[in-house]
């Protein structure tokens, strides 16, 4: 949806700012991609900060931003649910809208990785990672099962926003895999399996949808408008899987050859570099000729570009590619401009009321 730069409609008939339920009632699932894509922020800024330590107090910052943004928007989120269950439930059977339901469990686990590698601590961390690795498999299954057992899905609905139930399913090993080390007895044992669950569900899911994906671009009508960020989803599966798997490996508990799996990661970036120009060409194309409106799917901008940024500077030292590592911080510098941009529309558009209708 459009944020205007100035309103100039008389106050006397200007729209009232709308209500706590009214917000609640119309509360959009994808408004945690804002929370995904912030954390992805700090994450890949608090790497670059061992190079560069003046970004240390910013990577921070931007950790407890992450952390009260998280807690204002679960407010609504949660009321939504206890209030207007019927509109929650009409979202979740929505053909498009659905998909976008695990960003809140995805932001949990995404919150996880921000307490233990920025904030130093396990215990938050754990509580966010066991609460959002159910959550995501709870999702998973719901979105998924309703468009497996129906019919009201079409070709005209698939975009990459499909991949977010799967992408949920591969980030649990982003914190999960470190956090085995803070866990002990039965508690290890289970996490562990949670995590080889979720990364061999959610790459098997990727690599079906990818191909669905791919028919659509090729023979259907392209995703232009609201739905233009969608695009850039395909890189958040090319970055999380390639750290996920590196995340588990050293932490199996038998002995795993590291090279074949580092030679595939770097497969899957390389996929990634080519998605990532394919991906800036079409959201050129679309803002030349007048398709790309700010709406809150901007944040679909920001999460997978993060997550490919934090995969090049985990691969590049791996690799030794210095390419790999001029790659991970460019798409940091695009990350920072693309996150400030669509904060700064996005606060314009909550200060006018604009975006809750």
Not at 74 to 96: E, G, I, K, S, Y
């Amino acid at each position: 949806m459009n944020v205007p730069a100035m309103d100039s409609t008389p106050a006397a008939t200007r729209p009232a700012f709308p209500s706590f339920a009214e917000i609640s009632r119309g509360f959009a699932p994808g408004w945690f991609a804002a929370v995904m894509g912030s954390g992805a922020l700090a994450l890949t800024t608090h790497t670059l900060s061992g190079r560069w330590p003046a970004l240390a107090p910013p990577a921070v910052a931007l950790h407890w931003f992450n952390v009260v943004l998280f807690g204002l928007l679960a407010v609504p989120w949660l009321n939504r649910w206890l209030r207007f269950r019927d509109a929650a439930l009409a979202t979740l059977r929505h053909p498009v809208q659905a998909s976008f339901y695990p960003t809140f469990a995805i932001a949990m686990l995404v919150l996880a990785a921000q307490w233990l590698v920025i904030g130093g601590q396990a215990g938050p961390a754990l509580v966010f990672w066991w609460s959002g690795a159910a959550l995501v498999f709870l999702f998973s299954f719901a979105v998924l099962f309703r468009m497996f057992s129906g019919e009201h899905v079409g070709l005209e609905h698939v975009t990459p926003a499909k991949f977010i139930p799967a992408v949920g399913l591969v980030v649990i090993p982003l914190a999960g895999g470190p956090l085995l080390d803070h866990q002990a007895g039965a508690a290890r044992e289970l996490a562990l399996l949670v995590n080889v669950l979720g990364l061999g569900a959610g790459t098997m899911m990727y690599l079906g949808l990818l191909g669905l994906t791919l028919q659509r671009k090729l023979l259907a009508a392209p995703a232009v408008g609201a739905l233009t960020p969608t695009a850039w989803i395909h890189l958040a599966p090319l970055g999380v899987i390639p750290l996920s798997l590196l995340n588990l490996l050293d932490r199996l508990p038998f002995a795993v050859p590291p090279a074949p799996f580092l030679f595939l990661s770097l497969l899957l970036w390389s996929f990634g570099v080519w998605w990532l120009l394919m991906a800036g060409l079409l959201t050129l194309a679309a803002r030349r000729a007048g398709q790309l409106p700010f709406a809150l799917s901007w944040w679909g901008f920001t999460f997978p570009l993060g997550a490919f940024a934090a995969a090049s500077l985990r691969l590049a030292p791996a690799t030794g590619i210095a390419g790999v590592d001029a790659v991970g911080v460019a798409c940091w510098a695009l990350l920072v401009g693309l996150w400030s941009l669509t904060l700064r529309h996005t606060l314009a558009g909550v200060a006018s009321g604009a975006i809750f209708r």
